[in-house]
């Protein structure tokens, strides 16, 4: 990372936006202030949150940085561990404290941004620190297991199928999550929905496009109807 990546920040920003937590840890006992932020807004613990481990963040909690500090477009530390995928420190915030259910700009949660990563831990620790399965994006209706569908992310919606989502939801435009699975190209997706007691011949109201004519889904969905 070049040095003109640094400009307005602490030592104790750098060390965070490496992940490094020896220094992260030094810089701190030596007085580094742990509330410090870009000049973008984005705290020193939201970076160290992102890249480093939750012994930088215990660290960081202990010189009193905000765990819920959230940047101008309301993205949190937790927000950004689950976008990296960085399940321990997912896990090291929700368990100290963090707001496992804040919302960011356009309506992400932390198990949004934890889903589309497809890293398998995080969204499972979330839901069991009290995640809500039941946000949804106020622009379209997307909902968190519409957004593990169109990230092909079949174990999450899994999951997600057997804590007892509504299979027949709509988002604003219409579709059910088979739609968005048969429109993805994703043929386990519409396997697993169908067998789930999904109607195959489901239509979305309103008329959403018409999904891709892929020869492995098409195949699925003709079976179902047979």
């Known amino acids: 990372t070049g040095i003109a990546d640094f400009q307005g920040a602490t030592?104790?920003?750098?060390?965070?936006?490496?992940?490094?937590?020896?220094i992260v840890i030094a810089l701190l006992k030596a007085g580094a202030d742990a509330r410090a932020?870009?000049?973008?807004?984005?705290?020193?613990?939201?970076?160290?949150?992102?890249?480093?481990t939750p012994a930088a963040l215990q660290a960081m909690i202990a010189g009193r940085a905000n765990i819920n500090a959230a940047d101008p477009q309301g993205v949190t530390p937790l927000m950004r561990a689950a976008a990296n995928g960085n399940a321990d420190n997912?896990?090291?915030?929700?368990?100290?404290?963090?707001?496992?259910?804040?919302?960011a700009a356009q309506g992400f949660t932390a198990l949004f941004f934890a889903v589309k990563s497809k890293e398998a831990r995080s969204p499972v620790i979330l839901l069991e620190a009290g995640a809500d399965t039941k946000a949804v994006l106020p622009a379209d209706g997307t909902s968190v297991a519409e957004a593990a569908v169109l990230a092909n992310n079949e174990a999450f919606a899994r999951t997600l199928v057997a804590r007892g989502i509504d299979l027949a939801?709509?988002?604003?435009?219409?579709?059910?999550?088979?739609?968005?699975?048969?429109?993805?190209?994703?043929?386990?997706?519409?396997?697993f929905l169908v067998s789930k007691g999904v109607d195959a011949n489901v239509m979305s109201t309103p008329p959403a496009n018409a999904p891709p004519r892929r020869p492995s889904v098409m195949a699925v969905l003709v079976r179902a109807l047979g």
């Open 169 to 191: 939801r709509a988002d604003n435009q219409g579709r059910q999550l088979i739609h968005v699975a048969a429109a993805g190209g994703y043929p386990e997706l519409v396997r």
């Open 11 to 22: 030592p104790l920003i750098v060390a965070c936006q490496l992940g490094n937590p020896d």
């Open 90 to 103: 997912v896990a090291f915030l929700a368990g100290h404290g963090a707001n496992v259910n804040a919302v």
């Open 37 to 52: 932020a870009r000049p973008d807004g984005i705290s020193a613990l939201a970076l160290c949150a992102a890249t480093s």
